[in-house]
T-cell receptor, first 113, second 111 residues
Framework: EAGVVQSPRYKIIEKKQPVAFWCNPI?????LYWYLQNLGQGPELLIR????????DSQLPKDRFSAERLKGVDSTLKIQPAELGDSAVYLC???????????FGQGTRLTVV | DAKTTQPPSMDCAEGRAANLPCNHS???????VYWYRQIHSQGPQYIIH???NNETNEMASLIITEDRKSSTLILPHATLRDTAVYYC????????????FGKGTRLSVIA
């Protein structure tokens, strides 16, 4: 069974440019998460979806970050415009339902120069 | 904020048991203890979770104290591939409790 797939694995962009990350969760998983991980820190939740509905986006910086999960399957996370401080690893995870174990993708490492 | 306290780092000799402690003194009655680990350049990986009783699976054992204020993750025979950051997470079972990660314990397994 395929795990959570994220792309790209690495992305380098100049500041003020837009960037998008894509996540394909495990088939049948209704809950999808986006996490941000800074160097030396644990992952921090950005947004959680139950099917296509964003049920917790309180930690998402909405002035520059946006996310969508059309049809309740794949999801994209976008940053526009990117800032130097956005350099981090962006992790996607999915679970069958909320409060079951979550499975993480390998993440996208973003470097903003 | 994370509800757990873990040592920042530990070493373990290959082949020996690795015992990773976690304090969660403010845990409430309906909250579970979860353990995840993160190997370098990978996403976190679920290991085990428990409520009150000790749990064991193919990866590890989880020992929870009777008062539930602390727990220990045991890797019975650590290998070099177990070198990772281990996260202890307290999580409720209601419909609105995501995983909240702290900084974890960096376990180094030494040959």
């Amino acid at each position: 069974e395929a795990g959570v797939v994220q792309s790209p694995r690495y992305k380098i962009i100049e500041k003020k440019q837009p960037v998008a990350f894509w996540c394909n969760p495990i088939s049948g998983h209704n809950t999808l998460y986006w996490y941000l991980q800074n160097l030396g820190q644990g992952p921090e939740l950005l947004i959680r979806y139950e099917n296509e509905e964003a049920v917790d986006d309180s930690q998402l910086p909405k002035d520059r970050f946006s996310a969508e999960r059309l049809k309740g399957v794949d999801s994209t996370l976008k940053i526009q415009p990117a800032e130097l401080g956005d350099s981090a690893v962006y992790l996607c995870a999915s679970s069958l339902v909320m409060n079951t174990e979550a499975f993480f993708g390998q993440g996208t490492r973003l470097t903003v120069v | 904020d994370a509800k757990t306290t873990q040592p920042p780092s530990m070493d373990c000799a290959e082949g020996r048991a690795a015992n990773l402690p976690c304090n969660h003194s403010t845990i409430s009655g309906n909250e579970y203890v979860y353990w995840y680990r993160q190997i370098h350049s990978q996403g976190p990986q679920y290991i085990i979770h428990g409520l009150k009783n000790n749990e064991t699976n193919e990866m590890a054992s989880l020992i929870i104290t009777e008062d539930r204020k602390s727990s220990t993750l045991i890797l019975p025979h650590a290998t070099l591939r177990d070198t990772a950051v281990y996260y202890c997470i307290v999580r409720g079972n209601s419909g609105n409790t995501p995983l909240v990660f702290g900084k974890g314990t960096r376990l180094s397994v030494i040959a």
